[in-house]
């Protein structure tokens, strides 16, 4: 296979995840800050601690589920589901430095980006094994109805 043809099937993904790194360093950023500005037994260094570690807890399966759903089914919106959750992972983030009840919003959204991502896994799979055994390849309907679901994700 040739190499442009695969990097245009994976480049929003490739751009989604550098940007989600580029977060992360934001997020370290912000806690070792914290670390030099005040004493490590501060309730202000316990939440952005805290805060960088539940995101980072949600990291590694925000990273698989957005990979295997783009590519296993569409790469448009499984990079724009990606760019959402990590503004939505930023507003947890900078949620849970004031109060805790600041950052569930941001929490609740996160997990149904998350399983909107694991269901787009879950119906690429099951249209290769559909295309693999049966030979029927819904796979043009299913990224219709796909990215117009995707859309839905901006619903508070």
């Keep these: 296979m040739d190499s442009n043809k695969v990097v245009e099937n994976i480049y929003l993904l490739v751009i989604v ?3 989600s790194v580029l977060q992360n360093a934001f997020f370290a950023q912000k806690v070792e800050r914290e670390c030099k500005n005040h004493n490590t ?9 805290c805060a960088n570690r539940n995101c980072m807890d949600a990291y590694p399966t925000f990273l698989a589920v957005m990979w295997c759903a783009g590519l296993c089914l569409s790469q448009a919106p499984a990079a724009f589901a990606g760019i959402i959750y990590l503004v939505v992972r930023q507003k947890y983030f900078v ?3 004031g109060q805790t009840s600041q950052s569930t919003p941001g929490y609740l959204f996160g997990k149904r980006v998350i399983t909107f991502l694991s269901l787009m ?10 295309v693999r055994f049966y030979g029927s390849d819904y796979k043009e309907y ?5 990215n117009a679901a995707t859309a839905l994700l901006l619903i508070p």
């Design 41 to 49: 037994r501060t309730s202000a260094f316990e939440r952005v601690s």
């Design 95 to 97: 949620g849970y430095l």
């Design 121 to 130: 896994c879950v119906i690429g799979i099951a249209n290769y094994l559909l």
């Design 17 to 19: 995840t550098l940007v």
């Design 142 to 146: 299913v990224e219709t109805i796909t």
